[in-house]
């Protein structure tokens, strides 16, 4: 079947399939990815790289697609813990500077991931610059997507660019962890009312991080949750995700130390971080394709 995407069609499987396998293409270097664009999606690809932030921004006659690359070890206890636990702990922030402009319009209450700001503020000039020349050329409707680490980023810039009156179409996100509190979720809700869709295996640790701050800020997504389902053998071996981090939070409230706590989460994710690879997602979605 050929992966395309459709204008028309919200949270279409088809969509889902063609922007996963982007975020698969995302992980190859820049030669690699634009000609693995070009012949599997029919979009010519440029890669960006600031940093430890990288995006493609891939294009054809009907579509603009931002593909933004997650952590470089997303299988990986090693992987997570240096993306999601390096700023991850209480740092919910108020942004400032030239970012804040654009999100403290979020509402007071509302807190932003201090290291996916980081991220995307590092890659932002170049990508915005792409976008813009873009749609200067032609207007087409511009999608985001991004796995893990990735799709936190995409979920951000789909929210800078609407404040930088950039339409977007539609977000697509798979295993993305979330990007702020509460009160920044219902803001994103409120201003991109039906365009981000999160597909989320429920085996997947990731879209129930970062933990540690989950646990003492209240981490909260935006909408809308699909489901991709548990294989029956991984539901009898273990529990799922959403459980295994409120036996956590239990014992967090019991007074056990940080310190320990800490080791103890991720040795207990290490049977389950097989699940938030970009192989396994794109095997659920063709599943789902097929029951449609």
Same mark, same amino acid.
């Given at each position: 079947m050929t992966l395309e995407l459709i204008e028309d069609a919200k949270g279409d499987p088809r969509n889902a399939q063609a922007l996963a396998l982007a975020?698969?293409?995302?992980?190859?270097?820049?030669?690699?990815?634009?000609?693995?664009?070009?012949?599997?999606?029919?979009?010519?690809?440029?890669?960006? +790289?600031?940093?430890?932030? &990288?995006?493609?921004?891939?294009?054809?006659?009907?579509?603009?697609v931002a593909a933004f690359r997650g952590t470089e070890s997303p299988t990986t206890i090693d992987g997570l813990k240096d993306w999601l636990l390096t700023d991850a702990v209480n740092l919910l922030i108020l942004p400032e500077g030239d970012l804040g402009t654009d999100y403290t319009a979020a509402g007071v209450g509302a807190r932003w991931h201090l290291g996916f700001m980081k991220a995307l503020a590092d890659i932002w000039d170049p990508l915005f610059a792409a976008i813009t020349a873009e749609r200067k050329e032609s207007d087409r409707p511009l999608?985001? #997507?991004?796995? +893990?680490?990735?799709?936190?980023?995409?979920?951000?810039?789909?929210?800078?660019?609407?404040?930088?009156?950039?339409?977007?179409?539609?977000?697509?996100?798979?295993?993305?962890? @979330?990007?702020?509190?509460?009160?920044?979720?219902? /803001?994103?809700?409120?201003?991109?009312?039906?365009?981000?869709?999160?597909?989320?295996?429920?085996?997947?640790?990731?879209?129930?991080?970062? #933990?540690? +701050?989950?646990?003492?800020?209240?981490?909260?997504?935006? &909408?809308?949750?699909?489901?991709?389902?548990? @294989?029956?053998?991984?539901?009898?071996?273990?529990? #799922?995700? /959403?459980?295994?981090?409120? &036996?956590? /939070?239990?014992?967090?409230?019991?007074?056990?130390?940080?310190?320990?706590?800490?080791?103890?989460?991720?040795?207990g994710l290490q049977d389950r971080v097989g699940a938030h690879a970009m192989e396994n997602y794109r095997k659920k979605l063709a599943e789902l394709f097929k029951k449609e």
């Open positions: 975020c698969d293409l995302a992980y190859l270097q820049e030669a690699e990815g634009a000609e693995a664009f070009r012949k599997q999606l029919g979009l010519e690809a440029r890669l960006l +790289s600031v940093g430890n932030t &990288q995006a493609y921004v891939a294009t054809n006659d009907d579509h603009i999608w985001l #997507t991004g796995h +893990s680490l990735g799709g936190a980023l995409a979920v951000l810039a789909g929210w800078r660019l609407k404040r930088k009156f950039i339409p977007v179409h539609q977000i697509y996100t798979f295993g993305a962890p @979330m990007v702020g509190n509460a009160e920044t979720a219902e /803001a994103i809700d409120r201003e991109l009312p039906d365009r981000i869709f999160r597909y989320v295996n429920d085996h997947d640790p990731v879209p129930h991080l970062p #933990t540690l +701050s989950l646990l003492a800020n209240k981490y909260g997504h935006c &909408q809308k949750e699909i489901g991709l389902g548990i @294989m029956a053998e991984a539901v009898a071996a273990t529990v #799922t995700a /959403a459980e295994f981090f409120k &036996q956590w /939070a239990g014992k967090a409230k019991e007074g056990i130390l940080q310190g320990t706590l800490v080791d103890d989460i991720w040795r």
